[in-house]
């Protein structure tokens, strides 16, 4: 799911699961300090959105054009924002201060994973998702065999992952919902805009929630409705099942019934 940062020399992928033990240990004292976040591609996931816009008490609109690209999610052509790098300093990550990461505290879920990226198998045949580890070492990286052993599952709690797992579900539910739609499913642009808006821009999606026809359409009990006025995991978690409702037909939002009984339904 998450991409390895960029590499000078090969990277030696070695597959872990949960109960695997890397010994790896970062410290600013290392020659190395810093270089990782040079030449990265860092996807943004939604909650990554949420965490980043509130450090830097920024709406997501600014945030997005500010300091991403677009990029895309692998197989699917899901849209996904990617940190921008600045050429005028080596390509660096935006957020790299003088003294490290500016954000450190809310840093993104693939910077608190690295040196492990992350992926899930969606296998038909089991009920639950096949989450699966690869250790990435590459040539500068001088954190290798250092500080003390530990499993795959203790890194993640030691990094402050389980909240991202939690608020990222639903939209790793959409990406592999799309993957298994399979390559020649073609999605519309519309399609693709909806759903970046709705994982990524949250207040351009609350806005299209309060202010356009949704609200006619979609029937949100009212204590819900109050919620994502101000609640950013509230309105996330709608628009998971708004997207779910949509793309895949899945039933997670009821419509109103004289709309549900006319020819066609059109949101704009
Ligand atoms: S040890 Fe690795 S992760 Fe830590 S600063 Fe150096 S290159 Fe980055
Ligand atoms: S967000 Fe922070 S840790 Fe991640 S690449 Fe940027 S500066 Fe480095």
């Not at 996807?43 to 816009?53: A, E, F, G, N, Q």
């Not at 935006?94 to 505290?105: A, M, N, T």
């Not at 990094?159 to 298994?180: A, F, H, T």
């Not at 628009?239 to 793309?247: A, E, F, K, P, V």
């Amino acid at each position: 799911m998450f991409a390895p940062k960029d590499v000078e020399k090969p990277i030696v992928p070695v597959r872990l699961d949960l109960d695997s033990t890397i010994c790896f240990s970062c410290d600013r004292d290392l020659a190395c300090f810093t270089r990782c976040c040079h030449n990265n591609n860092t996807y943004l996931t939604p909650y990554d959105v949420i965490r980043i816009k509130k450090r830097l008490d920024m709406p997501s609109d600014e945030l997005l054009l500010r300091f991403t690209v677009p990029g895309k999610i692998e197989a699917s052509d899901l849209p996904v924002p990617m940190v921008k790098l600045d050429p005028e300093r080596d390509n660096a990550c935006p957020f790299l201060g003088e003294d490290g990461c500016s954000i450190y505290e809310d840093r993104p879920v693939a910077c608190r994973y690295y040196p492990v990226a992350a992926g899930l198998f969606h296998n038909a045949d089991i009920s639950d998702n096949e989450r699966f580890f690869a250790l990435v070492k590459e040539g500068y990286c001088l954190g290798h065999d250092l500080g003390t052993e530990m499993t795959i599952a203790e890194w993640r709690e030691k990094q402050g992952i389980p909240p991202y797992d939690e608020y990222n579900k639903g939209w790793v539910e959409l990406i592999l919902r799309r993957k298994s739609l399979g390559p020649f499913v073609t999605i519309p642009e519309k399609t693709l805009d909806m759903f970046f808006m709705a994982s990524y821009n949250l207040d351009a999606f609350r806005r299209f929630v309060l202010y356009s026809p949704f609200l006619n359409i979609y029937e949100i009990p009212g204590d819900r409705l109050e919620k994502i006025r101000e609640d950013d995991i509230e309105l996330l978690n709608l628009g998971y099942d708004w997207l779910m409702t949509t793309l895949f037909g899945a039933g997670k939002l009821k419509i109103i019934e004289h709309i549900a009984t006319a020819d066609s339904i059109e949101v704009d």
